[in-house]
């Protein structure tokens, strides 16, 4: 039960709900909470107004008021609904519940009525606190508004269950335990109480007591008050309104709205709406079961990840200890190296200072000897030695000329440590990612009926596999040469479309195309393979697929000759091939293939000149509404081409191609109208809202309303070569211009509810009016 609370809480005043009040959107709101927030409007400030003033954008979005309060069936519909042209100033305020409310635009009057009959100011508007959708209220003011009987009886419930324990009603000032409840006075009484207010005789001595328990539970299964109709207040309701889908009184159904409608049995319907919420409930429990399922496992994986961390922890350090280890050991084998090194070049040098020591000593001892002869007077003496002391002398200082006095070894170290690669590839150290994140995306599948040839230039077009659940990023477009060479990228993107200009005539191409992501590269698509025709006037032969060149949003040149071209391989013929091996498969398209069914066109026994003119087919657009970029709650049939939605609120769905110049025309029937829906017909681009009626933000333009009834055409005429937008409406031009300075992409758009229905119809020339108005400026 405190899961609920939530819901049971006003979003502006942030208490439970007091009074509640159903909104047009299916929110609640207290009646005295829904009067504070009101906004009255002046006339100078209605959307009205605001569109005759042209522009001016408030910041305040939520203030875009709901279009069936607000334009009349003799409005023309243009607009972007981007809200009043004079915004209040004044800041927007929060709800406890953190919910955008905007404060009132001028203190209410005073009076001494309830919030309920409170007079309501003129123009008054209100804007729902959570969806900030906005209508204008009418002269019953918040009366206008169903009070919420049962959203009451579930906080009621909410309440008593709350309490701790019941206390006596009738104790002054602190009330007591209650220990009893009269069911006939319905008071819960204190013995004290009991005694003294409710003595067991007379009258009393019939009432029934019961434990307070019991006495919450009686008071909760007690009637409640019935709720009665909006329209006649005296009146209870009495059957359901099947087309409005609310409770209606007999007076509704004998002079009111509702008299043309069909009505069933309240209790029946009671009854049908309860089970179908309780199947509902069904489907809702089972999620709820999975999400409390799925809420184990992520906190199972909390734990695992914990664990994982500590022993992922403990194997690095144990890895970076390794490799501290095996640079410890290599270090103390580099140290005995120089210490070896350091030996060596002692034992060399004290080798030498012995040696030198040894022959000083006796190049002294000589020295000596020979001064001591020098000193004798016996010349006979002296002259039988010389001779021999002189070689002597010369012999010993021979000896020490001959590198003696080197040094056999220097004092630096002739070794040098590098390690600049140990250090950059420590700094290259990092994970390696074992498993991938994410498989590669699918094999993109080349999609035939878009393919085309036109003039100098090839179209490719491919998409991702339908039951395909991994995204590209990206694809890579790959042609040859025209010669069997190797295969070269042509276009690397995002788009599926891409168009090839400049291919050699009489020649045959080999295409393909694979799809990446951030894991890797998909296998290849099967290869087209290209015939191009000969060197002729390719303003007769141009053909292709019935998709126009207008849809193609990328176009890129080719890599290989300024002279290439691609061309259909005879007059009046377009040539594609899928060889059929492992890899390749064949396929022929030619005029007659477009007498297919569903084409349109003459049987295919007609001869070629009685088939459709080529240029006029070229001039045209064929597309249909894409589901890709369409919300979800969009519900497309007929190949693409009807469109109706599942959900009350306005949801928009694209066409599939996006156009960024020429003429283009296209049509929509409306094939239901229920209630006074607000279907709006018009173009966008890509990146429109797609949960808001279309013009509500600055990225569409549209129509709505302007005599749009069940059987209706809806036309519109995008001329992008003269930069403005034009519709119609059964064969009739709304207006001159709807809109002009329109440039860049734009796709074909619709905004739509369960109300409606429409089907698209393409392929349509332009209206011949517009086309001679055109040719003379």
């Known amino acids: 039960m405190e899961e609920m609370e939530e819901e049971l809480k006003c979003p502006v005043c942030g208490s439970f709900y007091r009074e509640?009040?159903?909104?047009?959107?299916?929110?609640?709101?207290?009646?005295?909470?829904?009067?504070?927030?009101?906004?009255?409007?002046p006339e100078s400030e209605s959307p009205q107004s605001h569109r005759a003033a042209g522009s001016g954008v408030s910041d305040y979005d939520y203030l875009d008021l709901d279009k069936m309060s607000l334009y009349s069936e003799a409005d023309s519909g243009y607009g972007s609904y981007g809200g009043f042209a004079s915004a209040p100033?004044?800041?927007?305020?929060?709800?406890?519940?953190?919910?955008?409310?905007?404060?009132?635009?001028?203190?209410?009057?005073?009076?001494?009525?309830?919030?309920?009959?409170?007079?309501?100011?003129?123009?008054?508007c209100i804007t729902c606190p959570q969806c900030h959708r906005s209508l204008i209220l009418d002269d019953r003011g918040l009366r206008g508004f169903p009070k919420n009987r049962v959203?009451?009886?579930?906080?009621?419930?909410?309440?008593?269950?709350?309490?701790?324990?019941?206390?006596c009603q009738l104790c002054e000032k602190a009330p007591k335990e209650a220990t009893v409840m009269c069911e006939q006075c319905d008071v819960f009484y204190c013995d004290p109480c009991r005694l003294r207010c409710h003595p067991p005789r007379g009258p009393l001595a019939k009432h029934r007591l019961v434990p307070p328990a019991q006495g919450r539970v009686s008071r909760r299964l007690s009637p409640r008050k019935v709720s009665t109709c909006t329209d006649h207040e005296l009146e209870n309701h009495s059957m359901?309104?099947?087309?409005?889908?609310?409770?209606?009184?007999?007076?509704?159904?004998?002079?009111?709205?509702?008299?043309?409608?069909?009505?069933?049995?309240?209790?029946?319907?009671?009854?049908?709406?309860?089970?179908?919420?309780?199947?509902?409930?069904?489907?809702?429990?089972?999620?709820?079961?999975?999400?409390?399922?799925?809420?184990?496992?992520?906190?199972?994986?909390?734990?695992?990840?914990?664990?994982?961390?500590?022993?992922?922890?403990?194997?690095?350090?144990?890895q970076c200890d390794a490799l501290i280890d095996a640079l410890n050991r290599r270090k103390a084998q580099l140290l005995a190296r120089v210490n070896k090194e350091h030996e060596h070049k002692l034992k060399v040098v004290r080798d030498q200072i012995s040696h030198c020591t040894v022959k000083l000593r006796q190049t002294t001892g000589l020295m000596e000897y020979c001064l001591e002869v020098i000193k004798e007077n016996d010349p006979s003496g002296f002259l039988q030695i010389s001779d021999a002391l002189i070689r002597r002398v010369h012999l010993t200082e021979d000896q020490w000329g001959k590198g003696t006095l080197t040094p056999r070894m220097t004092t630096d170290f002739d070794l040098s440590l590098d390690n600049s690669p140990l250090l950059q590839s420590i700094h290259?150290?990092?994970?390696?990612?074992?498993?991938?994140?994410?498989?590669?995306?699918?094999?993109?599948?080349?999609?035939l009926e878009e393919c085309c040839t036109h003039n100098n230039s090839a179209t490719l077009s491919w998409k991702q596999p339908p039951l395909s659940t991994v995204p590209a990023d990206g694809y890579i477009l790959e042609l040859d040469d025209g010669n069997?060479?190797?295969?070269?990228?042509?276009?690397?993107?995002?788009?599926?479309?891409?168009?090839?200009?400049?291919?050699?005539?009489?020649?045959?191409?080999?295409?393909?195309?694979?799809?990446?992501?951030?894991?890797?590269?998909?296998?290849?698509s099967k290869t087209l393979v290209l015939q191009t025709s000969e060197d002729t006037d390719s303003e007769e032969q141009t053909l292709p697929f019935p998709v126009p060149s207008e849809r193609l949003p990328l176009r890129r040149m080719s890599p290989f000759s300024s002279t290439l071209n691609l061309q259909p391989s005879f007059p009046g013929r377009s040539y594609?091939?899928?060889?059929?091996?492992?890899?390749?498969?064949?396929?022929?398209?030619s005029l007659q293939s477009l007498n297919a069914p569903g084409c349109n066109f003459e049987t295919q026994s007609a001869p070629y000149s009685q088939l459709v003119d080529i240029k006029k087919l070229l001039a045209v657009a064929w597309f249909a509404f894409d589901p890709g970029s369409a919300h979800s709650d969009i519900i497309l049939s007929n190949d693409n081409l009807t469109v109706t939605c599942s959900s009350y609120d306005d949801r928009v769905v694209l066409g599939k191609t996006g156009f960024s110049k020429g003429i283009h025309y296209w049509e929509l029937t409306v094939d239901r109208y229920d209630n006074h829906p607000d279907p709006a017909f018009g173009v966008a681009r890509m990146d429109v809202m797609k949960d808001v009626m279309l013009g509500k933000d600055d990225k569409a333009w549209a129509i709505t309303e302007g005599g749009i009834t069940k059987g209706a055409t809806i036309g519109v005429l995008l001329d992008l070569n003269r930069k403005n937008l034009t519709f119609f409406i059964n064969d009739e031009q709304q207006g001159p211009i709807a809109f002009d300075n329109v440039e860049g992409l734009f796709f074909p758009a619709v905004s739509l509810n369960r109300n409606v229905q429409v089907t698209l119809h393409t392929g349509l020339p332009v209206p011949d009016f517009y086309s001679s108005r055109a040719s003379i400026a």
């Not at 509702?258 to 069933?264: D, L, P, R």
């Not at 049995?265 to 999400?291: F, P, T, V």
């Not at 276009?491 to 291919?503: A, H, Q």
């Open 89 to 124: 100033t004044t800041p927007c305020q929060k709800s406890p519940n953190g919910v955008r409310v905007f404060p009132p635009a001028m203190p209410p009057p005073a009076t001494h009525l309830s919030p309920a009959l409170a007079p309501v100011p003129r123009n008054s």
């Open 484 to 524: 069997g060479g190797q295969f070269r990228e042509v276009y690397v993107g995002k788009e599926t479309m891409c168009t090839v200009d400049g291919l050699h005539f009489n020649s045959t191409y080999n295409a393909r195309v694979k799809a990446f992501n951030k894991t890797g590269v998909s296998p290849y």
């Open 151 to 167: 959203l009451e009886g579930v906080i009621d419930r909410y309440q008593q269950s709350k309490a701790a324990a019941l206390k």
């Open 428 to 447: 290259q150290l990092d994970f390696v990612q074992v498993k991938a994140s994410s498989p590669v995306p699918a094999t993109p599948i080349l999609q």
């Open 576 to 589: 594609f091939d899928f060889r059929s091996s492992p890899h390749q498969l064949s396929l022929h398209s």
């Open 240 to 318: 359901y309104c099947v087309q409005c889908k609310m409770p209606v009184c007999y007076q509704c159904l004998e002079e009111g709205k509702h008299s043309s409608h069909e009505v069933k049995a309240l209790g029946a319907m009671w009854k049908l709406h309860k089970s179908q919420l309780s199947q509902a409930l069904n489907g809702l429990s089972d999620r709820a079961k999975e999400a409390k399922e799925f809420l184990v496992q992520l906190r199972n994986m909390v734990q695992q990840i914990q664990e994982n961390s500590v022993e992922f922890e403990a194997c690095l350090v144990a």
């Open 20 to 41: 509640p009040i159903i909104l047009p959107c299916s929110h609640n709101l207290c009646q005295a909470c829904a009067r504070n927030i009101l906004v009255q409007t």
